[in-house]
Nanobody
């Protein structure tokens, strides 16, 4: 069992930056691939970024590529999402997720554990 707690959301102006953190419980954090997803009002939850167990492999949605960076610190049981050049369309609740496997995946149904989400609002 893994418990995930996100932090770092908030309100930022377009063009600004925001960093999200996701702290995981348990002693086997490095056996999980991690992902960030987001859900805007009235829309389905969508993939944002993922990272494999070691941090050596990452993947991004086309909409955030070049602007967002996912990373992890296995010693701290934490995964991060650095968001730069934010746009109003990035406004959503951002969720951290963990999957019981080592490699990145894009499909939310392949993730086993979810955080409660953190709101990110980008004003124009």
């Amino acid at each position: 069992q893994v418990q995930l707690v996100e932090s770092g959301g908030g309100l930022v102006q377009a063009g600004g930056s925001l960093g999200l953190s996701c702290a995981a419980s348990g002693r086997t954090f490095n056996s999980y691939a991690m992902g960030w997803f987001r859900q805007a009002p009235g829309k389905e939850r969508e993939f944002v970024a993922a990272i494999n167990w070691s941090g050596g492999s990452t993947a991004y949605a086309d909409s955030v590529k070049g602007r967002f960076t996912i990373s992890r610190d296995n010693a701290k049981n934490t995964v991060y999402l650095q968001m730069n050049s934010l746009k109003p369309e990035d406004t959503a609740v951002y969720y951290c997720a963990a999957r019981s496997g080592l490699q990145v995946r894009f499909n939310r149904h392949e993730y086993d554990y979810w955080g409660q989400g953190t709101q990110v609002t980008v004003s124009s």
